[in-house]
């Protein structure tokens, strides 16, 4: 099992390194696991592109595991009303 390990900062000019690292890690094995506990901001563009891998694994029968996850990571998906697709991820 690897581990994609997420930036402190997730925004807009993170979200191109970000997408081939997931798209690698998605490439191996329909279950990718993140860990974000290093993260401090993030983004719309970033969660829009989490939510995307999030679809494109459930299209083939995988999932996300959210192995760590920072307060702010956290916050984010609060903020955003998105809170159950978080908690998914951590289950």
Same mark, same amino acid.
Do not use: N
């Given at each position: 099992?690897?581990?994609? @390990?997420?930036? *402190? /900062? ?7 390194? @970000? #997408?081939?690292?997931?798209?690698? $890690?998605? $490439?191996?094995? *329909? @279950?990718? =696991? #993140?860990?974000?506990?290093? @993260?401090?901001? !993030?983004?719309?563009?970033? !969660?829009?592109? #989490?939510? $995307? ?7 083939? %029968? %995988? /999932? !996300? ?5 920072? *307060? ?8 955003? %009303? #998105?809170?159950? !697709? =978080?908690? /998914?991820?951590?289950?």
């Amino acid at each position: 099992m690897s581990v994609t @390990v997420l930036p *402190p /900062r997730l925004d807009l000019a993170a979200a191109q390194p @970000v #997408l081939c690292a997931l798209k690698a $890690a998605a $490439a191996d094995a *329909p @279950v990718t =696991h #993140l860990d974000a506990s290093a @993260v401090d901001s !993030i983004g719309t563009a970033c !969660i829009q592109l #989490l939510l $995307a891998l999030d679809s494109s694994l459930s299209a083939r %029968g %995988g /999932r !996300i595991y959210l192995d760590a996850s920072s *307060p702010a990571f956290t916050e984010a998906f609060q903020l955003l %009303g #998105l809170q159950s !697709i =978080h908690d /998914r991820w951590q289950a």
